[in-house]
């Protein structure tokens, strides 16, 4: 009567099942084998984007109850607050005392380290421009710097298929409003397509994202305005990856300069899924 459920982890589903494909066709089909195994290392790259879209579920969670507690704060003596039950009241005000600054992205708790102003800056985060349609869950998100010749470089060389499963953020990195407004309205105008279906998405951060650069040490024996430039440009990096890791299963960090092939997505998307299958069937080393 009593059914017995067994959780199989994935990195033996992906042992287990070509032996028993095996069985099931008497012969040895190693095409059929391969194919299997790279489905089953999508599946697994799939269910670690799908943990950190729940942790981030969880942060949006405390971020809604911050609204609420606001709410409360400016209502909690108000007649409507009084005629709830007591123990609505109580749950209210305990989610309230939860109270977090809400922003577009999240940056990991080093920043309090070596980003400390983000701390006082609550708007730090929020984007000053964005124009976005919500693509999600896509296999690969593009981060490129605002080069239209690199768009139609890479919109040329993706099929239809290819263009449903991947995400362009198109990163403006100018901290005046004028300017960003006139280069995203210009790609918005020529891209009008791929902007409409959600293909392409553009981002900027808040001039207040960026520190003061008068206390910078002198690296490699560069000039004051090159490390300036490459410090600069590790934030820029640092935000597209905060703002796209819960956009998709993989990130790619374009240059500007780059020329794509036919086919790339594909290429680099079974690049990936193959070093994440060689990653699952390497065994645990202790260090």
């Known amino acids: ?9 994935t990195k033996i589903i992906s042992f287990i099942l070509p032996i028993l494909l095996i069985f099931y066709h008497g012969t040895i089909d190693f095409s059929l084998i391969s194919e299997w195994t790279k489905r089953l290392a999508e599946l697994e790259s ?56 809400p922003s577009s992205v999240r940056l990991p708790s080093i920043q309090q380290s070596f980003l400390p102003h983000l701390i006082q800056d609550t708007d730090a985060l929020r984007p000053a421009y964005l124009l976005s349609k919500g693509r999600k869950d896509v296999s690969i998100v593009l981060g490129i710097p605002s080069v239209k010749s690199t768009l139609d470089n890479l919109l040329t060389n993706m099929n239809e298929e290819e263009q449903n499963e991947t995400l362009i953020v198109v990163f403006i990195a100018e901290t005046d409003f004028e300017y960003v407004q006139l280069v995203a309205k210009e790609i918005e105008i020529r891209f009008s397509h791929y902007v409409a279906c959600g293909l392409i998405e553009i981002l900027s951060p808040s001039p207040s994202y960026y520190p003061s650069w008068k206390n910078l040490k002198k690296t490699l024996n560069d000039p004051v305005e090159r490390v300036k430039w490459r410090s600069k440009q590790n934030l820029d990096f640092a935000y597209m990856m905060a703002y796209s890791q819960s956009k998709g299963t993989f990130y790619v960090q374009l240059e500007d300069d780059i020329l794509a092939k036919t086919g790339f997505i594909t290429i680099i998307k079974n690049f990936a899924l193959e070093k994440t299958e060689n990653c699952s069937k390497a065994p645990i080393s202790h260090i």
Request: zero cysteines; a positive charge.
């Open 46 to 101: 799939n269910l670690e984007h799908y943990k950190s879209m729940y942790r981030i579920k969880q942060e949006d969670v405390i971020i809604l109850s911050s609204f609420l507690g606001l709410l409360t704060n400016i209502s909690i003596n108000n007649t409507y607050f009084e005629n709830l039950s007591s123990d609505t009241q109580h749950v209210i005000k305990n989610i309230s005392n939860k109270l977090t600054a």
């Open 1 to 9: 009567k009593n059914k017995l459920a067994v959780i199989v982890p």
